[in-house]
């Protein structure tokens, strides 16, 4: 057939351009614009330039957030990924146990995440709170509002309960698609059950744990909701994350040029880390998986 | 020597193998041969003590073995998936049994070698599995099984998942590695003719029984029933319900011949007659062949041989026949069919007035 050219393709990738202009690039460039700018209000706007970026790092209250997101990150992988691989190395394989793992597993993740940060917040109060009540019965000094350490306990708690299953579920996805006859051939060689677990499951999970980490890295790094509900940033500011941080200074101080450049900021972290980790993971996974 | 006495296992309510007896001896060969499900891979897991049978025992040498753990019955298995440990090198999958066994590093380098050369696999070593095509991978879980240079090898349909110039030229090589060992060898396989171009003894399975057990020509030559006849014929077996008085056979649709001297002397009465798809031909073979006009249902033609679909007498034939043939669906010919051939069952499917089917 004789190949004719036009610029009717254009049309056919029109819808896509229009909806991703709409979803991201405009309101993106908004951000953008008030980064660069300085406004009191009356839709008035003065020039700053680079100001808003050169004040954002250099101010230790962006830093301390982001090192606070750094640490929480870090402590929310090292426990949910080795924690999540454990529960689904336990979970049944086959029966009845199945459906009843599967749908135990899923519940934590079905709730909203404001309702979560809601029910702990009430759960861990010392007044009227479960887990609050029952650990001052018990003598132990535990108050999230007032105490920085409980404070984190509380929210990497919460969060571990809130988003292990997500891990428990994706490592169970990678264990019950090894055949069985790499577990027979595994007794038949006399391997140890550390060895099976370090030369047969860990290498058939690979896959699925780089999603898991990657998941798990993203969303705890970009952690709002909890905190915001569960702590609010405090007690002092000793759990204002970046993104809660964002938010009292673009909402509550009106500081929207700083607030901008700051999300900008944030979001070339998120991606740049992101791109760090999937590179290591599948560069470290060369040669296992293809 | 292996020996199982009456082994049966039972699952829930139902039974994979029921009741069965074999004795392997040492440095031979056996063939295990059997449709999916027959109990192949059911019994290999208990010979290799991967499963405890519900009932019966299994000896080595003499020694009860039955509920000893696989790691201690000296065994090597190789399965039908390509298994291997994925994040190691193929110079490590072939070296981790000595590993576990605790070998010291100069023989397993040695044994490592030897196996990787025996196996064409010297230029993979430091891949790993996952980079290697599924034949190189076989290659290595046989070479595992080869370094551990067990009593007992059992090896489940290794060949089915690859292609086929590559079984051909494992097929030839295995039975060579392994009968240096002087090692028991088991190898399962839904095919006729791989038992046959292996060779040794086989085993008939169907239904979790062994039906027969001996010298591989001597079961395809002499089977002792119906079923056996069956699963050690590929393409499947040609019967016909057939009804012997006065010392002649008749069939359905008025055929009738003398029967031959081996079956003289069976008793007057009803019987099933069965024969292999290449036993019948198109021209008269012996002067004292049957004619038999039956019509054509389908053609296959693989260019070298013919497969001409019959239906005869309310029977479906198989006629295997060299070169190109070509019939109309529906079209009534006449095909030849040397007595003397014909393997003859009672109304229990046992074999009657053996000596048949010599020529096959």
Redo the contacts between chains.
């Keep these: 057939m004789e190949k004719t050219w036009n610029n009717k393709a254009w049309f056919l990738v029109l819808p896509v351009l229009v909806l991703v202009a709409f979803s991201a690039i405009i309101p993106l460039m908004t951000v953008v614009n008030y980064s660069v700018q300085d406004t009191f209000g009356n839709n008035q706007f003065f020039w700053a330039g680079l100001d808003w970026f050169d004040d954002t790092l250099h101010s230790s209250r962006f830093w301390e957030a982001l090192w606070r997101n750094l640490l929480f990150s870090g402590i929310i992988l090292a426990i949910q990924i080795p924690l999540g691989i454990f529960i689904a190395l336990h979970m049944p394989k086959r029966g009845w146990g199945v459906p009843v793992c599967l749908v135990l597993m899923a519940l934590p993740l079905l709730i909203p995440w404001n309702v979560v940060g809601t029910i702990w917040q009430v759960f861990g109060r010392v007044d009227i709170g479960l887990l609050g009540r029952a650990l001052a019965g018990l003598g132990v000094d535990y108050n999230y509002v007032q105490d920085p350490f409980d404070a984190w306990a509380t929210i990497v708690v919460m969060d571990v309960w809130h988003w292990t299953s997500l891990v428990v579920l994706l490592c169970y996805a990678g264990l019950v698609s090894i055949p069985d006859a790499y577990y027979q051939a595994a007794r038949i060689d006399g391997a140890s059950r550390w060895s099976v677990f370090r030369f047969i499951q860990l290498p058939k999970m690979q896959r699925v744990l780089l999603i898991a980490v990657l998941l798990r890295f993203m969303d705890s790094f970009m952690i709002y909701t909890e905190p915001f509900v569960v702590t609010g940033g405090g007690p002092g500011n000793e759990t204002t994350f970046l993104s809660i941080d964002l938010v009292k200074m673009a909402i509550g101080q009106f500081d929207v040029g700083p607030a901008a450049a700051m999300s900008l900021i944030y979001f070339l972290i998120v991606m740049l880390l992101s791109w760090v980790f999937y590179t290591v993971m599948t560069n470290y996974g060369q040669g296992d998986e293809r | 020597m292996l020996e199982l006495r009456n082994i049966t296992k039972q699952v829930g309510a139902e039974t994979h193998l029921s009741d069965i007896s074999l004795r392997l001896e040492r440095g031979t060969l056996n063939v295990l041969l059997g449709p999916t499900l027959s109990g192949k891979t059911s019994l290999m897991?208990i010979m290799?003590g991967?499963d405890r049978p519900s009932s019966g025992t299994i000896h080595v040498d003499g020694v009860d073995v039955t509920g000893v753990?696989?790691?201690?019955?000296d065994?090597?298995?190789v399965?039908?998936?390509f298994?291997n440990?994925?994040?190691?090198t193929v110079y490590d999958n072939i070296a981790?049994?000595m590993r576990?066994?605790g070998a010291d590093r100069q023989s397993i380098d040695e044994a490592v070698q030897r196996a990787a050369t025996l196996m064409k696999l010297t230029p993979y070593l430091d891949?790993?599995p996952?980079?290697l095509s599924g034949g190189q991978q076989q290659r290595t879980?046989l070479a595992r099984a080869i370094v551990k240079n067990a009593g007992l090898v059992l090896l489940d349909e290794p060949l089915a998942n690859l292609d086929y110039k590559l079984r051909e030229e494992l097929r030839a090589e295995l039975p060579r590695i392994f009968a240096e060992s002087g090692t028991i060898f088991v190898y399962a396989t839904t095919e006729p003719s791989e038992a046959l171009l292996l060779g040794g003894n086989t085993a008939t399975l169907s239904e979790g029984r062994v039906t027969q057990f001996g010298r591989t020509i001597e079961v395809f030559r002499r089977p002792a029933d119906l079923i056996t006849a069956r699963t050690f014929s590929d393409p499947p077996l040609n019967t016909v319900a057939m009804h012997k008085s006065n010392g002649a056979f008749s069939l359905e649709g008025g055929v009738s011949f003398p029967a031959t001297d081996a079956l003289h002397a069976i008793a007057d009465g009803a019987y099933t007659m069965g024969f292999q798809p290449h036993h019948l031909s198109l021209s008269r073979t012996a002067p004292d062949a049957v004619a038999l006009r039956a019509v054509v249902t389908a053609l296959e033609i693989t260019g070298s041989e013919s497969f001409v679909h019959l239906r005869f007498a309310g029977a479906d034939w198989i006629m295997l026949t060299p070169g190109v043939q070509n019939y109309a669906v529906g079209e009534e010919i006449e095909v030849f069919l040397d007595p003397r051939l014909l393997m003859v069952f009672d109304g229990a499917g046992r074999a009657v007035g053996q000596a048949t089917a010599m020529a096959a």
């Design positions: 897991r290799a991967l753990s696989p790691q201690k019955r065994v090597a298995m399965f039908q998936q298994i440990y994925p994040s190691m981790s049994p576990v066994a891949r790993t996952l980079n879980a």
